[in-house]
């Protein structure tokens, strides 16, 4: 992603959507932990990706980390003064 050409709507959206990513991940791993596939279809979750899911652990920290920075970036050069 280009993300120096986005306009600001964008950069607005893009971040909306990766917090949005960051929370579905942060609670499908709440409920894998508490070993509640229920929550999981629930969320939306296909009974085949809740498997792939227990299978691997969960959506990995990095994949979280990730969005977070790359949040941290479009807010960077979505406001360059700051605030």
């Not at 959507?17 to 509640?36: F, P, Y």
């Not at 691997?56 to 605030?83: E, Q, V, W, Y």
Request: aromatic share 4%; proline share 4%; charged share 20%.
């Amino acid at each position: 992603m280009a993300t120096q050409n986005l306009s600001p709507n964008a950069i607005r959206d893009e971040i909306a959507r990766l917090q949005w990513a960051n929370s579905v991940m942060r609670r499908a791993n709440k409920a894998l932990a508490k070993g509640d596939g229920a929550a999981l279809i629930d969320m939306g979750f296909s009974p085949e990706h809740v498997e792939d899911l227990q299978k691997n652990g969960g959506f990995r920290s990095t994949s979280i980390s990730n969005n977070t920075r790359m949040i941290t970036h479009l807010r960077s050069i979505g406001n360059p003064h700051g605030g």
